[in-house]
């Protein structure tokens, strides 16, 4: 992976190639290729040729998107910014950053700062290049001058070559986020806008642009994540002359930034990824989010959440029995959910009111706690520490901390409204409140949740949009929490998956992946949630028989053998559970222990379909000894048998011992091929695994096998089952 920029002539930044890599580039042809990135003129196009730099530069005849968009009571409203600093870290001395020489510096970080005097601006350029091959972006405006500069966009874009004409990106809603969508990238913009105050169960998410078909396997793909969890813009667009960039910003609403002289406003980070297949890209943001210093170290926590168990209804006995049982299959963290606190025995009263209920827990929350920590698991607690019931103490006591336009509320939303916590008195409120509960009980996670849109969310007393300011406090509060209780992890819920970004877990360790655990329809939102987060990030629970989102139902083995894929847990009543289901609850949760080491370092892979009735994903280790792979049963097949398939991410060199480990009895529907594994082992090459591959089992809907891969030792025989 490469990236070329060029900062001749003392201009901002322009990208001419991230992408493939570029070994052994000298000076001479970096020179060319910078020269080559520009186009002829055209009989009616300008007489300087165009150079469009990072910040889309309206003086360099740039007539897409700009990514500045502000104004001084209407002027420098287009500056033209000069290149004062240019740094690129860890590369010394700095002096090598001059016209005409190349500075090759493997992963690093550039920083430019250019301005224009006259209009009062500066703007700091960063350019990451990390070592699993992001690159990411972010800018920084000051104003330098007296009198305001109000700002209505800062952004970045990033170009495309002009073989990238199709566009992935995703839609969804509550209960499917995360619906894969593809169209052709025309002349035009192709926006995607989040005005809901929060990333949105039908955000873009990750925006893709590759090769025509490009796949999970094949295909170069160059995409762009917004990482911001309040109001947000990512866009491809192609210009009529051929230009074609991805470019992504925080959506400014009105007066929410106007910098006086010497202040600034940074954007959130933009994260481009370019790769061979979808699954490289994936790869690439996996391989970043596991290196940062605050990636969950130790095993993710199988966890027991008791919404789908008792919803409101609080009592000590079934609470506590729903311990034991969750003790007894081998989990290791126990949520209590929503309705613990204040008047909230359903949803229309209490929220923003953190006390501990003294109606439904007389003595506190000792007694469940203290049970749930003798059985050995670690307790955790519901919190929608962003929102509030108009029916609530807060609420009545400090109406002014309610969001809304101005001399009214907007309209409601699950009964509820949104606390202001860019006030400061409100924020401290909600803050003394977590505090408070943290320090009286051994609480070692919070589910923190946000279950509306921020729609017409003005502060008090003018009604001045707030989304900004709010976003911000919400990270400081997740950020101050934690930095008072150090090995306090939180989970990000919003409505289900409608807050997952690189902004939020920045602050968090988990997201919740949608409120619909049918497991049908959680195959595809796990297979496309990963496109950006890795599996230990994705929480994935083993649902009731019948799903209380969608009402069907399924068996206990596809549930498991879904959820098991990625931060494992429970959401199911476990005291309605037969002994036989609960034997076999405790063999999936067995192998998701023995497993998650590799479930959660190891490279993903998906293949792609070959026939609808199938879909294999899997993990291979990144030293490539072992992998495992779940063939799935999704659909009846159009052809029956439906072939074979082919595994990828193995090393051919190696020879491996294949085996299927699915826990629990064979689902209905299962016949193996000659071949397959259940009794006994094979051994077979990854080059023949990769190259002929081997004839897939016939599967029932919603029914799955497990295979284990297991490298040999070459000098060893084979092993004799």
């Known amino acids: 992976m490469s ?29 060319v290729l910078v020269e080559a990135a520009v186009a002829h003129r055209t009989a009616n196009g300008q007489d300087l040729p165009m150079r469009p730099d990072v910040l889309g530069s ?43 020489a190349l500075v090759s510096a493997g992963a690093a970080r550039l920083l430019v700062t250019a301005e224009d005097t006259g209009a009062g601006l500066r703007v700091a350029v960063e350019l990451e290049l990390t070592p699993s091959g992001l690159l990411r972006a972010r800018a920084t405006l000051t104003n330098t001058a007296p009198g305001p500069y109000r700002v209505q966009e800062l952004g970045l874009v990033l170009p495309l070559p002009t073989h990238a004409k199709e ?23 192709h926006l995607r806008e989040g005005r809901k105050g ?49 470019g992504g910003s925080e959506l400014l609403l009105p007066g929410e930034v106007s910098l006086g002289q010497g202040e600034s406003y940074t954007t959130p980070w933009l994260y481009g990824v370019y790769g061979r297949g979808l699954d490289e890209q994936a790869g690439r943001f996996h391989d970043w989010l596991r290196a940062r210093p605050q990636h969950p170290a130790r095993p993710r926590p199988v966890t027991l959440n008791v919404w789908e168990a008792v919803y409101f209804d609080h009592r000590l006995e079934k609470l506590s029995t729903l311990a034991d049982r969750a003790a007894a299959a081998g989990v290791e963290r126990y949520v209590l959910d ?72 907007p309209i409601e939303s699950r009964r509820q409204q949104v606390l202001d916590l860019g006030v400061p008195e409100a ?111 994705m929480g994935a629970h083993v649902a009731s028989g019948a799903s209380h989102t969608t009402g069907r139902m399924h068996t206990l083995h596809f ?66 000894s072992e992998a495992l792979f779940a063939v799935v049963g999704a659909a009846l097949p159009d052809v029956e048998p439906v072939g074979r398939f082919r ?29 397959w594994p259940t009794e006994r082992s094979v051994v077979l090459s990854g080059r023949a695994l990769q190259t002929v591959g081997v004839h897939a089992p016939w599967l029932a809907p919603d029914t799955l096998r497990v295979l284990r891969l297991e490298a040999q030792d070459p000098t060893q025989p084979a092993p004799q089952d």
């Open 3 to 31: 990236v070329l920029v060029d900062l001749s002539e003392a201009q901002l930044p322009s990208v001419v190639h991230w992408g493939a890599a570029l070994p052994g580039l000298d000076a001479e042809e970096a020179a």
């Open 58 to 100: 309206l003086h360099t005849g740039w007539s897409g998107r700009p990514g500045l968009v502000g104004d001084r009571d209407g002027t420098a409203w287009t500056p033209l910014l000069h290149l004062t600093e240019a740094r690129l870290d860890p590369v010394e001395p700095q002096e090598v950053l001059a016209d005409g």
């Open 167 to 189: 566009i992935l990106d995703f839609a969804g809603h509550w209960g499917k986020e995360r619906t894969p969508q593809r169209r052709e990238l025309t002349v035009g913009t």
């Open 198 to 246: 929060r990333t949105g169960a039908d955000a873009a998410y990750v925006l893709s642009v590759g090769e025509p078909g490009f796949g999970f396997a094949d295909g170069e793909v160059w995409g762009l994540h917004t990482g911001f969890s309040g109001n947000h813009r990512t866009w491809a667009e192609r210009l009529y002359d051929g230009q074609q960039v991805l």
């Open 338 to 409: 929503d309705g613990w606190f204040g008047a909230r025995r359903d949803d229309n009263a209490g929220l923003g009111d953190w006390v501990v209920s003294p109606e439904v827990w007389p003595q506190g929350l000792s007694p469940l706690i203290d049970h749930v920590n003798d059985l050995g698991m670690e307790f955790g607690l519901w919190f929608e520490p962003e929102m509030v019931n108009p029916d609530s103490d807060v609420a009545r006591a400090h109406p002014e901390w309610i969001m809304g336009p101005g001399g009214r509320l």
């Open 427 to 537: 924020y401290a409120h909600v803050r003394d409140q977590m505090v408070a509960l943290l320090d009286e009980y051994p609480i070692a996670y919070l589910k923190w949740d946000h279950n509306r849109d921020l729609l017409e969310a003005g502060t008090h007393p003018d009604g001045r949009p707030g989304v900004h300011a709010q976003t911000l406090a919400t990270y400081r509060l997740m950020a101050e929490l934690k930095e008072r209780f150090p090995d306090l992890e939180i989970e990000s819920c919003s409505s289900g998956g409608a807050r997952v970004d690189l902004g939020v877990l920045e602050h968090t360790d988990r997201v919740w992946t949608s409120d619909d655990i049918d497991p049908f329809e959680r195959q595809q939102m796990h297979r496309w949630t990963q496109q950006l987060i890795p599996a230990e990030l």
């Open 559 to 624: 549930r498991a053998g879904t959820a098991v894929w990625g931060h494992l847990g429970i959401e199911w009543d476990l005291t309605q559970a037969t002994e036989q289901e609960s034997a076999e609850l405790a063999e999936w949760v067995a192998f998701h222990k023995d497993h998650r080491g590799l479930l959660h370092s190891g490279r993903m892979v998906r293949l792609d379909a070959f026939d609808p009735a199938l879909r294999i994903h899997g993990v291979v280790a990144p030293d490539r």
């Open 647 to 675: 595994l990828r991410g193995l090393d051919p060199e190696l020879r491996y011992r294949v085996r299927d480990v699915t826990p629990g009895a064979d689902p209905h529907g299962f016949r193996r091929p000659p071949w």
